[in-house]
């Protein structure tokens, strides 16, 4: 279980254009690459709607934008059981090959950090360690060894996220270690349910550790059965498209 500390909202450019071609993840994700706008103060949503307005423009986008007040995702990844792929790394640079033994466009959630301007930097990093400590857990990532600059990867031609880091004092070394400890941090609150909320239905399920889904009847189970600690609140929900998991018993919990 994740503490779901911040909402990531889905805002999808258009597919099947140059900036989200639709192709998906294969064969898993591996990796995550940080990366900041270069572009002080230009907000999450700013950024996007920029990506959408020049979605055939060219090849170059990103799965998430994070600033101080929206955590949005244009290419499927966080909010989806099937992510895909972006273009956030050229493909002939080496280093991702030989660090993590693939493309990063292919295997790699690519993240932007939002900052400067009328941006509260702090508050925008917080909620940018979270999403990427998150974007470990969700892929099974480990946080210590799968989360790299993108600077590293295309060295003498880009430098993010040393820019935005800079806006909040910190080192690149001290990022990769306050990941690690969100990571830990969120981690520790453990449930004996899972909490799903399917996308096309709105249906909100108990996950059991049989990877069995049962259905939670009303808002009143559902309240009844976070005060006997059997799930977590709202902010614990994970969106999915769709599931196979198979469906066992419904809940149904009478306030006593």
């Known amino acids: 279980m994740f503490e779901k500390k911040y909402n990531i909202t889905s805002l999808y450019l258009t597919d099947k254009t140059k900036r989200r071609s639709g192709l998906k993840i294969n064969p898993q994700v591996k990796f995550v690459v940080a990366h900041d706008t270069g572009n002080p103060g230009s907000t999450a949503r700013a950024n996007v709607n920029y990506y959408e307005n020049t979605n055939n423009s060219i090849y170059a986008s990103a799965h998430l934008f994070v600033d101080d007040v929206e955590i949005l995702e244009c290419i499927p990844a966080l909010t989806t059981d099937k992510p895909e792929k972006a273009w956030h790394v050229r493909y002939n640079v080496e280093a991702d090959n030989k660090m993590y033994g693939d493309e990063a466009n292919d295997t790699a959630i690519g993240i932007e950090f939002c900052y400067g301007g009328g941006i509260n930097n702090l508050e925008a990093y917080k909620r940018y360690v979270w999403t990427i400590a998150y974007t470990c857990h969700k892929f099974g990532l480990d946080p210590k060894t799968s989360v790299v600059g993108h600077y590293l990867l295309d060295p003498g031609r880009r430098y993010d996220p040393l820019p935005g880091l800079r806006s909040v004092d910190k080192t690149y070394r001290e990022f990769l270690s306050d990941v690690v400890k969100e990571y830990n941090i969120c981690s520790t609150i453990s449930y004996p349910f899972r909490l799903i909320k399917i996308k096309s239905s709105g249906k909100i399920y108990a996950l059991d550790r049989d990877k069995i889904k049962h259905h939670i009847f009303n808002l009143s189970s559902f309240e009844v059965g976070r005060q006997m600690g059997l799930w977590g609140g709202q902010d614990m929900l994970d ?11 419904s809940i149904i919990f ?3």
């Not at 969106?239 to 018993?249: A, C, Q, R, T, V």
């Open 239 to 249: 969106l999915i498209e769709s599931d196979n998991f198979k469906e066992g018993e």
């Open 254 to 256: 009478v306030q006593p």
